[in-house]
């Protein structure tokens, strides 16, 4: 007959329905037991409540991880929870330090979190990578992609030239608009580039040459309309006043 201890869950399974209705007490016991069993139950419980906290925004649970020493306000803590404004400033108040080495971090905020966290993380020393503003394009983000050309100053023509987004590779945050498979957005990205420049017969990514989105090739081809059409105005109106002249000479 099986020993009473053996038939009890290990302890990361009695971790997964802590997180999910246990309480603090509960996680506490949990953690005291994993750290009793082994190291590896140790470590994997923290992660999975850690983990669980930051994408549920349970700080009780996060501050007591914290205050028992579970986990340090670390670097890695900022990354787990920069798709939330109030968990950001959370951490950042309670001591948390942003990796300035981090290249990925600020291009993940661009793709999914807020403008706010953006400005937030960058004020605090985040790095703005290569594929930032590659990365709000392709996602179909006007608004962030805006604050990243009028307050934050990003080279709209440059093409991302770095490795961890193989996908935008070697395009500008114009092409990354044209190829992205998605239809919210994108239109409206594309519109906001345009108007302040943006080369869309760039020599190393032309986007008008790229483009496979739909919604983007519409706005391109309403840009190339526009641009026309004022020399067209032109030169019926030089035709009109040619015209009307010579039937004025005697």
């Known amino acids: 007959m099986p020993s009473k201890q053996k038939s009890m869950p290990y302890p990361w399974e009695m971790i997964v329905d802590a997180n999910r209705t246990g309480s603090v007490g509960d996680i506490d016991l949990i953690l005291l037991e994993a750290f009793e069993l082994s190291t ?53 108040d309670d001591g948390a330090i942003v990796d300035d080495t981090d290249k990925t971090m600020l291009a993940d905020v661009a793709s999914f979190g807020s403008i706010d966290t953006l400005r ?12 930032t503003l590659n990365n709000a394009a392709w996602r179909g983000r006007p608004e962030m992609v805006a604050f990243l050309i009028d307050h934050v100053g990003i080279d709209i023509n440059k093409a991302y030239a770095g490795k961890h987004e193989p996908l935008l590779r070697n395009q500008t945050a114009l092409c990354s608009a044209a190829i992205s498979p998605l239809a919210d957005g994108v239109g409206e ?42 020399k067209t105005k032109t030169r019926k109106t030089t035709h009109r006043t040619n015209f009307t002249a010579s039937k004025t000479i005697p």
Not at 59 to 81: C, N, S, T
Not at 120 to 131: M, N, P, R, V
């Open 40 to 92: 590896e139950a140790y470590d994997t419980c923290v992660a999975s409540v850690r983990e669980k906290a930051t994408v549920g925004n349970k700080v009780d649970r996060l501050q007591y991880l914290i205050d028992e020493g579970h986990i340090d306000v670390d670097k890695k803590l900022v990354q787990l929870v920069y798709r939330d404004d109030d968990m950001v400033r959370w951490c950042l």
């Open 189 to 230: 990205v594309a519109k906001a580039l345009l108007e302040p420049r943006a080369d869309p017969y760039h020599e190393d990514s032309n986007a008008l040459e790229e483009a496979t989105n739909s919604v983007v090739i519409d706005v391109f081809h309403e840009w190339k309309h526009n641009l026309e059409e004022p």
């Open 120 to 131: 937030l993380l960058h004020e605090h020393g985040a790095s703005i990578s290569e594929s």
